[in-house]
């Protein structure tokens, strides 16, 4: 079954910087695409960064633009969010997710805590 864990959370002060990695398995990881999403409390779940399944091509929200960057390794089957400059308004629980078959699935999320 798809099983997507995420990891890399943590508390961190304004400025600093986080990696988060999902690892998943279940499925040819190399042949879709990933994205990252992220809910703040009583916010909706909103994207954050995508990246296609060979990593050629990326998006992203524009809050996040020039500080987040998503990447991939298909060889451990992993995708990453590299955080750097995080702001306050970044604390969220963030989620990998894969639709596979027109079926979205979902990590467990982790937690990411911006504060002094």
């Known amino acids: 079954q798809v099983q997507l864990v995420e990891s890399g959370g943590d508390l961190v002060q304004p400025g600093g910087s986080l990696r988060l990695s999902c690892a998943a398995s279940?499925?040819?990881?190399?042949?879709?695409?990933m994205s990252w999403y992220r809910q703040a409390p009583g916010k909706e779940r909103e994207l954050v960064a995508g990246?296609?399944?060979?990593?050629?091509?990326?998006n992203y929200a524009d809050s996040v633009k020039g500080r987040f960057t998503i990447s991939r390794d298909n060889a451990k089957s992993t995708v990453y969010l590299q955080m750097n400059n995080l702001k306050p308004e970044d604390t969220a629980v963030y989620y990998c997710?894969?639709?596979?078959?027109?079926?979205?699935?979902w990590g467990q999320g982790t937690q990411v805590t911006v504060s002094s």
């Open positions: 990246i296609t399944s060979g990593g050629g091509s990326t």
């Open positions: 279940g499925f040819l990881f190399s042949s879709y695409a």
């Open positions: 997710k894969v639709t596979r078959r027109s079926i979205p699935y």
